[in-house]
């Protein structure tokens, strides 16, 4: 083929868009991956302090109402590289999508994760002198953190709940693991989960509501339906022993923007080609239709009609004299609203508005009241430092979850419903190589509407996670602070997502559109905000997006049924401290790899059998489940 000719062209180095075209370009179609900006990662990078002031002065689309109440000193702009700051903060379940499409891929070699700490609920300290402002001083609000069982043996320990409290639990959980959600009735589907946690036949205390639905299945809605919710908490369950006592991993230096890169580095290895950092325009194909090879018979014609060549798109650079053509294009629409495309993408309004706070704190962040030293030696050991730490109650790496109603009530804090809204924060310490020793990097969400101010809503809850579990006069100070509002587009079902089935599973594959030109453009739909089923969500698109592209290449991406194949199904990860995969890499060589060609042996294997592998059906885990 042409050197300036390629198969597919993918627009955007987003976590959806380096899986597809990894795996487009481990089938052997010549592969095009392309970036304005000249990060990997699009609106899923992890960047340096740098990276965000640059992004500060030019912020891309999607990102508003930018306010930067403690900016960024130029001392820690020298520790630039030391951070890794994430615009799409997430954790990944240990038995998820995301994991297996790791694994079969073999991209679980370029990543590395830890084990999350745990997940909270914050609760106020009772004061007894005080009336209305009882969980806050002229500081801020004074809070501690109620630890969540995460496991049948954190249940029989906890000293928080009544023993009927624990036999109700258990039986919920271990009946949620069971597939409790084919035994509910369409009345019980349909309330909120909150309501059925609460309802005679569960029978929990508000309190242990509250942390089932907020910290064990990660409700962001207090009405959220109890299908959903359920879908959600049998995942986590079966998660939860995996690797440790918590369901959650957390990607090295920011997660997502460094999973992207591993994606970007395998389509680099299989041969595509990358061009960042260039501002292209897009010509679409003309209406001609270049006549097929050979007629064909009436019984052969949507066949045939598959396989005829599609006109070329055209793709002209910024200081690139030569004009590219690729057969097929693959992006989301925020990337082709400006281009003569516009007219043949789906316009999906945004569903939801989120106010998001990214700020690094100087000290440790306490989940339980720090208790006095007893003086003993301490052995030099990096393990030893982390139990101490947790024995402190110092946490590296956790999930904070402000349920509706936590701090004291203000306008700025209430959904449209008029109650408080819940709101999430997830922080990412120097053990998962986000930040520098002694350093917290912590990420807050919640859903507002429009309007209202990122800052004044979620400054609150800042200040209640500096002052958790610490004295009135202490306090972790903020180095920098950033605040913004983002769109979110309407979730999408795995059913939606999933509508375009391998035939080696004996599904109908959805018919082609009706013109060849419309028929090149395969619109991606980017993942929604939630914290552990971002990268999910990510992985499940980028499988119905590579059928879409083989579908409409005439080609079939899938092995003979007949024959037989073995895939590698562990993740290496020997202990809650240690990383899962073998020697990672850094963002410097994963730029290496892709800029000056240096391949390992054992990457060559561009084959059509790891395309495949990497999205099997998912196989019920048999081993212990953690219930």
């Known amino acids: 083929m042409d050197e300036n000719s390629f198969d597919v062209t993918v627009i955007g180095t987003g976590l959806t868009e380096s899986i597809v075209a990894a795996a ?10 392309i970036d304005t900006d000249a990060n990997y990662g699009s609106s899923d990078a992890s960047l340096t302090l740098i990276d965000v002031h640059h992004l500060l002065l030019s912020p891309p689309p999607g990102l508003a109402d930018i306010s930067v109440p403690v900016p960024i000193t130029e001392e820690l702009l020298r520790q630039s590289r030391d951070y890794a700051i994430s615009l799409a903060p997430s954790v990944v379940p240990s038995i998820s999508p995301l994991i297996d499409t790791l694994i079969k891929s073999g991209v679980s070699r370029y990543v590395k994760f830890k084990l999350l700490d745990g997940v909270g609920l914050y609760a106020s300290i009772p004061s007894p002198s005080s009336s209305e402002n009882e969980a806050s001083d002229e ?23 009544g023993l009927l409290q624990k036999r109700k639990l258990m039986k919920f959980l271990m009946s949620t693991a069971s597939n409790l959600e084919s035994t509910l009735g369409t009345d019980q589907q349909k309330i909120s989960f909150l309501e059925y946690l609460t309802s005679k036949e569960v029978g929990l205390a508000p309190d242990v509501a509250d942390a089932v639905a907020y910290a064990l299945s990660l409700s962001s809605d207090p009405k959220e339906p109890t299908s959903l919710a359920i879908k959600r908490l ?30 970007c580095r395998a389509a680099a290895v299989a041969g595509a080609t990358y061009i ?27 066949t045939s009609e598959l396989n005829r060549p599609l006109n070329p798109f ?15 294009i693959v992006s989301r629409s925020l990337n082709l609203v400006s281009t003569p495309l516009s007219d043949q993408i789906e316009q999906t309004s945004p569903s939801r508005k989120l106010a998001r706070c990214i700020a690094i704190l100087d000290g440790p962040i306490y989940f339980s009241r720090p208790s006095p030293t007893d003086g003993d ?15 402190k109650g110092i946490v590296d790496s956790a999930i904070l979850v ?18 408080r809204g819940v709101v999430t924060a997830f922080i990412s310490g120097p053990n998962s190589l986000a930040c520098p020793d002694g350093k917290r990097i912590v990420y807050l969400s919640t859903e507002i509407r429009a309007g209202e101010s990122p800052e004044v809503t979620l400054q609150p809850y800042l200040n209640a996670i500096q002052r958790l579990n610490r004295p009135k006069e202490e306090t ?56 552990a089923e971002f990268g999910d969500e990510a992985a499940e698109e980028a499988e119905r997006v590579f059928w879409t592209v083989m579908q409409r290449m005439g080609l079939d991406g899938r092995l003979p049924d007949s024959e037989d194949h073995t895939y590698e199904s562990s993740l290496h990860m020997p202990r809650s401290d240690e990383n899962m995969g073998s020697a990672g890499t850094g963002r410097s060589e994963t730029q290496m790899a892709q800029e000056d060609g240096h391949v390992d042996e054992n990457d060559n294997q561009d084959t059509m059998e790891k395309v495949v592998a990497m999205w099997p059906k998912l196989v019920e885990e048999s081993g212990d489940d953690g219930w």
């Open 377 to 391: 030696p301490q052995p030099e050991s990096e393990d030893f430092d982390e139990e101490v730490d947790i024995a």
């Open 276 to 302: 960042l950092g260039r501002k292209f325009t897009i010509q679409p194909p003309s209406t001609s239709q270049p006549p097929a090879s050979a007629p064909a018979s009436s019984s052969d014609e949507s």
């Open 402 to 419: 402000f349920p509706p109603g936590s701090l004291i009530p203000s306008s700025h804090s209430l959904d449209s419903r008029g109650e």
């Open 24 to 33: 487009l370009a481990k089938t052997g179609l010549h592969v095009l991956h």
């Open 234 to 263: 049998q995942k986590y369950i079966k998660s939860t022993g995996r690797h440790g006592n918590s369901p959650f991993l957390i990607g090295h230096f920011g997660g997502a923007g460094e999973i992207a890169q591993g994606f």
């Open 139 to 161: 500081n801020g609000p004074i809070g501690t953190v109620k630890t969540v069982p995460g496991s049948k043996e954190d249940v029989f320990k906890s000293k928080e709940l």
């Open 314 to 328: 055209s793709l002209s650079f910024d200081d690139i004299d030569d004009t590219l053509t690729t057969q097929v």
């Open 476 to 531: 972790s100070p903020v180095l920098m602070s950033l605040f913004y509002t983002q769109d979110v587009l309407p979730a999408r079902r795995s059913d939606e997502r999933l509508t375009v089935e391998r035939a080696s599973e004996g599904k109908q594959r959805p018919p082609g559109p009706s013109s060849r030109p419309a028929a090149a453009l395969v619109q991606l739909h980017p993942p929604t905000a939630h914290l």
